[in-house]
Every structure is written in structure tokens, then in C-alpha cells.
């Protein structure tokens, strides 16, 4: 893409992401931290041991190295790049089952099914609506500068609270299963987003609490109407 970026003369816009900062050792995360990834040993197991990669690497260090790429085609060709390190952003049409927390607690609550927190649920994430996205991706590609712009919401929940609201918009008597952590989950992650605020203008206007029912109002209508297809598909076959 970057390639053909340079032979059409196009403005190339990379949707990196939050994860490149990896599990992060500052808060909140600033464009100018470098990150702490994991890109070589299992969580636990040292450099005695048996070398593999990190269960999360592949994800991390590829946006990393996305990054890498865009801005050397920008700097050794002139090719016009700008750079956008997206976090967790939820709304309207996601996939029911794309593995996201949002989605699956949504999914789960209006399923009558348990939540799924995994460790303790103190780990902390921040949650854009996704109109806010687009508005902040629209601005940096129309704008002057390159980035690393970090696009996200800074409200910060742990997963239990973010629990507690899905419960709050969904059903009150929704259940939580705890399940044992992933390794590498990262603890926190918060954006600053002050650059983008005085560079671009932007910053969020959509809460969690305003946003999450205007995504369940569709979870509802595609999970239930899912469930009538199928009903009626099979009282068609019967």
C-alpha cells in the first residue's frame, strides 16, 4: 500500500493502535513513549528457559513495525502518511462475535449468558464511540501533520466497571464468570490525547453511558433477529 501510495502521489493513512505501547509503564500513554512489549519470552519463563515469542507479539510488534515502514517511505520517498494509534472504539455493527470486550459483554448480557472478566478485572481500558473516531481520523487526513496522533477516549474503566454499565444499560441481574487472565494482558491503558487537542482540535464527546445503548439497540435487533431467522428456518425444515 505504501508502494502504490508513492506511485499515485496519495495521502496513506495508517490505523495503528494502543497495543504498540504494549503493557505500558507510564500513564497515561503520551505519542512519545516508546512502549514495553513482550516480543520474545513467555510470560514466566526467562532466558534460561525455552525461547518462543510473546502470546500477544505478533499484533504489537506488527503495527509496531507498520509504523516503522510508513514513516521511512515518508521520510527516504516524500510519500504523505499520517499516523493514528486507535483505542478501544465500540458502536452500532461490530461483529456479535468478534472476541472484543464490548462486544462480548453486550452479546453475553443480552443472551442471559455470564460475562466473561478474566483475571480479577482491574485491568483498566478506555472506550471511544466510534463516531468520535471517525471525526478524529477525518481531521488528521484533511490536517498538516503526520503524526503519531492518539485517537481514543481518555475515561478509563476497569472491565468490572465496564460490566456494571453493560449491566446498568442491559440487565441488572447479569452475572460475571471469572475466568484466569491471558498472559501479557496489559494492566492499563489510557491515552493522553493533548496533542490531539491542539494540533488537530479533537478530543471525544460521546460517553460510555451515552454510547453503549446505541450500540446495544442494534446488538438487540441483529442477536434476536438472528434467533427468529433461525427459528423459522427450522420450522420450515421441520
Not at 506511485?7 to 490505523?15: D, E, I, K, M, S
Not at 478524529?136 to 476497569?158: D, K, Q, S, Y
Request: net charge neutral; hydrophobic share 30%.
Amino acid at each position: 500500500m505504501l508502494g502504490l501510495a508513492k506511485r499515485v502521489g496519495a495521502r496513506f493513512l495508517l490505523t495503528s493502535t494502543s497495543e504498540v505501547y504494549g503493557d505500558p509503564l507510564q500513564h497515561p500513554q503520551v505519542e512519545t513513549y516508546w512502549g514495553n512489549v513482550n516480543p520474545i519470552v513467555p510470560c514466566g519463563v526467562g532466558f534460561g528457559g525455552w525461547i518462543g515469542t510473546g502470546v500477544r507479539s505478533c499484533y504489537d510488534e506488527g503495527k509496531r513495525t507498520a509504523e516503522t515502514l510508513t514513516m521511512d517511505y515518508h521520510r527516504g520517498a516524500g510519500v504523505e502518511v499520517r499516523i493514528a494509534r486507535i483505542f478501544n472504539t465500540y458502536g452500532p455493527r461490530m461483529g456479535i462475535d468478534d472476541g472484543r470486550v464490548v462486544s462480548n459483554f453486550v452479546t453475553q448480557a443480552l443472551r442471559k449468558e455470564p460475562m466473561t472478566v478474566y483475571g480479577d478485572g482491574k485491568q483498566t481500558r478506555s472506550f471511544q464511540y466510534v463516531s468520535d473516531l471517525v471525526e478524529g481520523l477525518m481531521r488528521l487526513m484533511e490536517g498538516e501533520h503526520v503524526g503519531p496522533f492518539n485517537l481514543g477516549n481518555p475515561g478509563e474503566f476497569t472491565m468490572l466497571e465496564l460490566a456494571e454499565v453493560v449491566k446498568e444499560t442491559i440487565d441488572p441481574n447479569a452475572k460475571i464468570d471469572f475466568r484466569p487472565n491471558t498472559e501479557d494482558d496489559p494492566h492499563k491503558r489510557k491515552p493522553d490525547i493533548t496533542r490531539a487537542k491542539e494540533l488537530l482540535g479533537w478530543e471525544p464527546k460521546v460517553s460510555l453511558r451515552k454510547g453503549l445503548p446505541l450500540m446495544v439497540k442494534d446488538f438487540r435487533q441483529r442477536v434476536f433477529g438472528d434467533q427468529k431467522e433461525s427459528s423459522t428456518t427450522t420450522s420450515s425444515s421441520s
